[in-house]
């Protein structure tokens, strides 16, 4: 079973920054991270899970508009992680955090990680 394991996240002042990482471990391979597509998404309390970012194998990178420009989504395909950077934070981008890891190419395979709290103060 693939874990992810998320870390990073807190409490961070308005106009702030804050960098959230994701470590994939278990029976995952190097070769075979660099094929995922990977992804942040966030849930805020009463709203729907929404993608924040996601880079694709390519590194071909996308972004929800409200944090476009303000966020960056970055890979490591060596240490099978990667990482959302987090500026000019906002009381919006108050949420829970969780990296997802999809496999678009031969089996299909997508594991989650439990989620990051973060919160940003006025």
């Known amino acids: 079973q693939v874990q992810l394991v998320e870390s990073g996240g807190g409490l961070v002042q308005n106009g702030g920054s804050l960098r959230l990482s994701c470590a994939a471990s278990g029976p995952i391979s190097k070769a075979s991270f660099k094929i995922y597509n990977l992804a942040w998404y966030r849930q805020a309390p009463g709203k729907q899970r929404e993608l924040v970012a996601s880079i694709s194998p390519g590194g071909a990178t996308d972004y929800l508009a409200p944090v476009q420009g303000r966020f960056a989504i970055s890979r490591d395909n060596d240490k099978k992680s990667f990482d959302l950077q987090m500026n000019s934070v906002k009381a919006d981008d108050t949420a829970i955090y969780y990296c997802?890891?999809?496999?678009?190419?031969?089996?299909?395979?997508?594991?989650w990680g439990q989620g990051t709290q973060v919160t940003v103060s006025s």
């Open positions: 997802h890891i999809e496999r678009r190419t031969g089996r299909f395979a997508e594991w």
